[in-house]
T-cell receptor, first 110, second 111 residues
């Protein structure tokens, strides 16, 4: 049972480049989330999807887009990366109680 | 005022000590209260959760919620070096609501 799988684990981008962070869960969860975690800021919600076919903005959505491809997959896209988007990104899914998190993507924008 | 406040620490204790980790929150509608543990360079993992006020015990860990004072606590008995991690509290207002995370308290248990 893999849980929540995120790819890639590490990435370095140049300012202005685009990329998509992938997330997949195998627990048949309805809800999925994207967070970023920065030192001193804690976990901040970027976007979430309460069910297949729906997405909603979280606390810090600017500069990001998401796609709920199907029940298993929820991707996060940076269209034009900026140094302020340097962070650790976590995907999570839930069965309505606790969230299960992936192991994260460490993104550096130079 | 932030919805969830948590002292970031760091908190350093000797092995075997009793550890108390705390959060305060502002939204009286919160009903579920989660505690997550996050090891360095890993994703958060659910440690335990409680519903409404009261205590819940799981091995060396006890979660306590006082809704009247909007205060959440996690106690670790007989702390071990393997408990060294960042602990995040995360309340939510319902089974469908999003979790609201505290910033986490970094704990170090010295052998």
């Amino acid at each position: 049972n893999a849980g929540v799988t995120q790819t890639p684990k590490f990435q370095v981008l140049k300012t202005g480049q685009s990329m998509t962070l992938q997330c997949a869960q195998d627990m048949n969860h309805n809800s999925m989330y994207w967070y970023r975690q920065d030192p001193g800021m804690g976990l901040r919600l970027i976007y979430y999807s309460a069910s297949e076919g729906t997405t909603d903005k979280g606390e810090v959505p600017n500069g990001y887009n998401v796609s709920r491809l199907n029940k298993r997959e929820f991707s996060l896209r940076l269209e034009s990366a900026a140094p302020s988007q340097t962070s650790v990104y976590f995907c999570a899914s839930t069965d309505n109680y606790g969230y299960t998190f992936g192991s994260g993507t460490r993104l550096t924008v130079v | 005022q932030k919805e969830v406040e948590q002292d970031p620490g760091p908190l350093s204790v000797p092995e075997g000590a009793i550890v108390s980790l705390n959060c305060t929150y502002s939204n009286s509608a919160f009903q579920y209260f989660m505690w997550y543990r996050q090891y360095s360079r890993k994703g958060p993992e659910l440690l335990m959760y409680t519903y409404s006020s009261g205590n819940k015990e799981d091995g060396r860990f006890t979660a306590q919620v006082d809704k009247s004072s909007k205060y959440i606590s996690l106690f670790i008995r007989d702390s071990q070096p393997s408990d060294s991690a960042t602990y995040l509290c995360a309340p939510r207002w319902g089974s469908q609501g999003n979790l609201i995370f505290g910033k986490g308290t970094k704990l170090s248990v010295k052998p």
